[in-house]
């Protein structure tokens, strides 16, 4: 497990770009945390990281958020106002499977109401602290995601 200190939203932005900027095609990310935690924040980061201009707002409303103008496509998911049995009618497995939409990163807020899971993703927890909020990696199947490499760009002062 990776952990990283995000002192403030510009430093949860700054996560989430190098996230954007390095993950390959077909990373899914599963956003852990508290309503108001940073998920969304997180997703905005991986936004520019990708070069998408459009902006990000949360899918809280209208579930799921395309976005098709970066390096990657980036679908960005937010379950929290689904049962798990309503979860299945969207169809979320689509973009990890990367057949019907093209493959691209695949952002899932509240993602504890999935039915099915990627075989291969990436768990990111945000736990809040006063001011701050701690992240904790980690990476769950077979696919192998540089954690270090992520952890020495985010801590090299290099912006
Ligand atoms: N590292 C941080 N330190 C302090 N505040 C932060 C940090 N990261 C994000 N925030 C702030 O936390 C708030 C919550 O943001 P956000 O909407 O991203 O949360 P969320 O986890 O997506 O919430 P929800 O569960 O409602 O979707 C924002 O005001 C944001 O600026
Ligand atoms: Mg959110």
Redesign the pocket.
Same mark, same amino acid.
């Given at each position: 497990m990776l952990t990283l200190f /995000?002192?403030?939203?510009l430093? !949860?932005?700054r996560l989430g770009y190098l996230l954007g900027k390095y993950l390959p095609s077909g990373s899914v990310i599963f956003?852990s945390?508290? /309503?108001?935690?940073?998920?969304? !924040?997180?997703?905005?980061g991986i936004g520019r990281g990708l070069n998408i201009e459009e902006s990000i707002v949360?899918p809280?409303f209208t579930l799921i958020n395309e976005y098709l103008d970066g390096r990657l496509p980036l679908y960005h998911l937010?379950l929290?106002r689904l049962e798990p049995i309503q979860v299945d009618t969207i169809y979320p497995e689509i973009y990890w499977e990367g057949m019907e939409v093209d493959p691209g990163i695949t952002a899932i807020?509240?993602w504890q109401r999935l039915l099915l899971k990627p075989s291969s993703y990436l768990e990111i927890d945000?736990v809040t602290q006063e001011?701050?909020?701690e992240a904790r990696i980690r990476q769950q199947g077979t696919e192998n995601y540089d954690l270090k490499f992520i952890q020495s760009l985010f801590n090299s002062d290099q912006k």
């Open positions: /995000l002192n403030d939203s430093e !949860t932005q956003l945390g508290n /309503l108001g935690a940073g998920k969304t !924040t997180l997703v905005q949360s809280t937010d929290y807020e509240w945000l001011n701050s909020r």
